[in-house]
């Protein structure tokens, strides 16, 4: 898919042997850092909405989004995920990814796995900028798990699945391989917590005090843990989706803390 807009480019990319969907919105400042969109597990470019060109606009960066193999209109999951799947997108597909397009020292903003996926290649690299953080999850919580089993439910027996289809080639092997893992009795162990004291990059987490799928224990642990500084913002009537329940205010956050981070360099850790 192609779109004319000056200054968008949309192209398929080949990560670690996966053709993936990118869409890059070009920097209207110089010499601004490049902020990248990790997604949620059901997530995708088109997903963002206009999100993303939002925030690009709000800060002047240019804005990095692709979709995760077996997300959007990325090459089709052709295998189960593993517990591992956040790491490995971490530590093996987002180092490729960036650096095919030669982005450096970038500030990532995650949006629940997406998040987790940030923190852990943030946890690996000592070359990020900044962290902002949407529905954050550093640990599997029973309420999670309810609200996964939920969506297995909802999929099953509503639209979801055409819902689904408006961001993703095959929304039902899409969703399958999200739910199938973390409804995994193996995944009840799932926790990145380990990552946290390497970091030392400033963090920007943002929680919805309603959200379905964490409390505010996984932005407490990011606070408490992590080896850089972290402000946390509470959002009320807020559920799962920053960006989409509270967009102004998530808006906001996001680019007052870009615009303190776009003169300092990349947090280091040690330092």
């Not at 597909?93 to 940030?118: K, R």
């Not at 070359?127 to 953080?133: D, E, I, N, P, T």
Request: glycine share 8%; hydrophobic share 40%; charged share 20%.
């Amino acid at each position: 898919m192609t779109r004319s807009v000056p200054g968008v480019h949309n192209f398929k990319l080949n990560v670690q042997g996966h053709n993936l969907e990118v869409m890059r919105i070009a920097a209207r400042g110089t010499e601004r850092p490049e902020i990248v969109f990790l997604h949620e597990g059901l997530g995708s470019v088109s997903h963002w909405k206009d999100f993303p060109a939002r925030v690009a606009a709000a800060t002047q960066c240019g804005v990095t989004i692709y979709s995760r193999y077996g997300s959007g209109q990325s090459d089709l999951l052709a295998e189960a995920r593993g517990v591992r799947y956040m790491h490995e997108e971490a530590l093996h597909s987002l180092p490729d990814l960036l650096g095919q397009l030669q982005i450096e020292n970038p500030i990532l903003v995650g949006h629940s796995d997406g998040a987790s996926i940030a923190l852990i290649y943030t946890g690996a690299h000592d070359h990020v900028r900044g962290l902002a953080l949407l529905a954050p999850h550093v640990f599997v919580e029973d309420l999670s798990i309810s609200s996964i089993a939920e969506a297995k439910v909802k999929f099953e027996t509503t639209n979801l699945p055409e819902k689904l289809g408006r961001h993703h080639r095959d929304a039902a092997r899409t969703f399958w391989g999200w739910n199938n893992i973390w409804l995994h009795p193996e995944f009840r162990h799932w926790n990145i917590e380990e990552y946290l004291p390497r970091i030392t990059c400033p963090i920007l987490a943002v929680q919805g005090l309603d959200d379905q799928y964490g409390t505010m224990a996984q932005v407490e642990a990011i606070k408490k843990q992590s080896g850089g500084p972290v402000e946390v913002v509470r959002l009320a009537d807020c559920r799962h989706s920053p960006q989409r329940d509270q967009p102004d205010a998530t808006l906001e956050a996001i680019a007052e803390f870009v615009s303190r981070l776009a003169g300092n360099k990349a947090g280091r850790r040690g330092v």
